[in-house]
């Protein structure tokens, strides 16, 4: 049996998946939770043999989430779910250590194939997505998020989905001052000067999901 915890902070979503997970013989939804202090909270008192995250959700999100639960518990085995499909995403996912990279608008087979794969050990990327990371190394258009590290790729997604400097020191716990650097940093690395050019240049390169701004 396969033992999958569901983070999402959809209910409607987990609701979703977990009827279509009732129907395939050897899975079995264990726990879901809404966001990624839930899920590494979950994590520290059970066991389970996948988790389906969401990238993007209120807090520290899906990306850091998955850092903290395998930092210690470095056999876990997590499928990343997002409407993110763009180069840099799937490449800081997989290096975050990420078994999986799924994208939300895949047949619910393809989700059922992804778990079953990381389940028996193996590394799972959506194929559509697979192909465009092979491709990225000759696409004449350079991605300007490809140059930052993995917490401004993370401050950025955070800044960009409307939490402040404020909400982001207490999440990642870190100071203000320490967040603030990081933002200027990447301001620099992206050549522009504030939050709204950040949040108009992530779209145009679809790091943000515009219908949520």
């Not at 059922?112 to 050990?121: F, L, T, W």
């Not at 192909?131 to 800044?159: C, G």
Request: glycine share 6%; proline share 5%; charged share 25%.
């Amino acid at each position: 049996m396969i033992n999958v915890l569901l983070v999402d902070d959809h209910a409607l979503v987990r609701t979703g998946i977990s009827r279509i997970l009732e129907d395939e013989r050897g899975i079995k939804v264990v726990g879901e939770v809404e966001d990624g202090e839930q899920a590494v909270a979950w994590c520290r008192k059970h066991d389970c043999d996948v988790i389906l995250m969401d990238m993007s959700m209120p807090g520290i999100g899906g990306l850091e989430a998955t850092r903290k639960i395998l930092r210690y518990n470095p056999d876990a085995r997590i499928i990343i779910l997002t409407v993110y499909t763009e180069e840099p995403i799937p490449s800081k996912v997989m290096a975050a250590g990420a078994a999986g990279f799924l994208t939300k608008n895949a047949p619910p087979a393809d989700m059922v194939q992804a778990i079953r794969v990381v389940a028996s050990g193996q590394r799972y990327i959506a194929p559509e997505i697979a192909q465009q990371m092979a491709l990225k190394p000759f696409n004449p258009e350079k991605n300007p998020f490809d140059d930052l590290s993995e917490r401004e790729l993370q401050i950025t997604m955070m800044v960009t989905s409307g939490q402040k400097v404020s909400e982001i020191s207490e999440q990642l716990n870190l100071s203000p001052k320490t967040v603030n650097s990081y933002r200027y940093r990447l301001f620099e690395k992206l050549k522009i000067s504030g939050d709204v050019e950040l949040t108009r240049l992530a779209i145009r390169y679809g790091m943000v999901d515009s219908e949520k701004i």
